[in-house]
């Protein structure tokens, strides 16, 4: 397996995180190195979180430099970063090896710390109340570089992650086998061993792919983001619906739901003027019925001003609705509206800048 980094940035190395643990090992035994080392090194890297091979203390000096001639550990760079003054909501714009940019964001709310992730350069969806959907898609990202925003934030956040969700830039069930590695990765109980139940994958509705996350059993917790209870509305606001239909995406929650045994939560973006009302809340219980399921509401964040949130009165009438019929139900607060926390939106401002303001923030090691 290679993977070959053609950045100016970076020299004509390998990204060790694109290796699996038997890759590694058949690296080693090639290499004429004990079995025990391929142990240390998954630990070094994703327990310890090393950020060169000289941190590889119990290497000997000889093996540390060839690791070092071949190999890289990290594959990025921070270019920008943003945090909120009143919660702490920071998100980070990094700049991969090819020089395409995405974003991360750590949320933090009492004990809780969420690191939000992307999962593609871009996104196909266009969902339309969307910073990332206006970039259209530009590739999918690698399950290596999936991780190494975790592992990167995780030395520049205040604290280590709760919760991990794949809800920042991209669709994560487009990127199917990169996604369902990299998850497996966080939580592989020799590394970062990080809970897989806090683990969120986040879908638009690729229904096919839930379905196959069910028949796969995969043991991550499932967000679909809803958005509207009706096929007409959701179709306007969601372009991927007029592929997979409501009616349909509600079956395969159902089917997710008796196959894994697992509630799923709902996500429900509220976009003034469009799926706010109170028949709106009537129609998504209805709608919800019978899914064993949590409702998220989200009060929508984004800087157009087609889709701005309804008045708070509004938002808590909503989940009064909702909750007067008993169900499971969370507002979550936009976290770091002041910074444009949504995805998409910094990297859509540090478009803005020119490259060579860009550039200037760059810190080499
Ligand atoms: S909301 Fe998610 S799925 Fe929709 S365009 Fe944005 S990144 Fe893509």
């Not at 000889?62 to 690791?67: A, F, G, H, K, P």
């Not at 592992?151 to 992650?161: A, C, I, R, T």
């Not at 967000?223 to 395969?252: C, G, H, T």
């Not at 949590?294 to 701005?308: F, G, L, T, V």
Request: net charge positive; glycine share 4%.
């Amino acid at each position: 397996m290679t993977f070959t980094f053609k950045s100016k940035y970076d020299l004509n190395k390998e990204n060790i995180l694109e290796y699996t643990s038997d890759e590694l090992n058949a690296l080693f035994t090639e290499m004429g190195q004990p079995g025990y080392r391929t142990f240390q090194l998954w630990k070094g890297i994703y327990s310890a979180n090393y950020t060169n091979f000289e941190q590889f203390t119990s290497f000997p000096k000889t093996l540390r430099n060839i690791l070092d001639e071949k190999f890289i550990l990290r594959s990025f760079k921070q270019i920008d970063s943003v945090q909120s003054p009143t919660d702490g909501t920071t998100k980070y714009l990094w700049e991969l090896a090819d020089g395409s940019k995405i974003e991360s964001v750590i949320i933090y709310e009492g004990k809780r710390t969420t690191y939000c992730i992307s999962s593609q350069v871009g996104c196909p969806l266009d969902c339309k109340f969307c910073a990332t959907g206006k970039m259209g898609l530009l590739r999918n990202l690698s399950h290596a570089e999936i991780i190494e925003q975790v592992m990167q934030m995780k030395v520049l956040g205040k604290s280590s992650p709760t919760n991990i969700v794949f809800m920042g830039m991209g669709e994560p069930l487009l990127n199917y086998d990169a996604v369902m590695r990299a998850a497996d990765v966080l939580s592989e109980p020799e590394g970062m061993a990080f809970s897989r139940k806090k683990i969120t994958i986040s879908t638009s509705g690729i229904i096919k792919n839930i379905r196959r996350m069910a028949d796969e059993n995969r043991p991550y917790s499932l967000a679909i983001s809803l958005n509207a209870p009706e096929q007409a509305v959701r179709e306007a606001i969601m372009p991927i619906s007029r592929k997979y239909p409501l009616d349909e995406l509600l079956n395969a929650a159902r089917y997710y739901t008796k196959k894994t045994e697992k509630r799923v939560t709902f996500e429900y973006v509220l976009l003034n003027g469009i799926n706010a009302s109170l028949k709106d809340a009537q129609k998504l219980l209805q709608i919800t019925k019978d899914i064993p399921c949590k409702i998220n509401i989200i009060p929508c964040n984004s800087d157009d001003p087609n889709y701005q949130p309804p008045p708070d009165e509004q938002v808590v009438k909503f989940d009064r609705m909702v909750n007067a019929n008993q169900r499971t139900i969370t507002i979550r607060k936009s976290k770091g509206w002041e910074i444009q926390a949504a995805c998409g939106q910094l990297y859509a401002e540090n478009k803005q800048k020119s490259r060579k303001t860009v550039f200037n923030e760059y810190k080499f090691d």
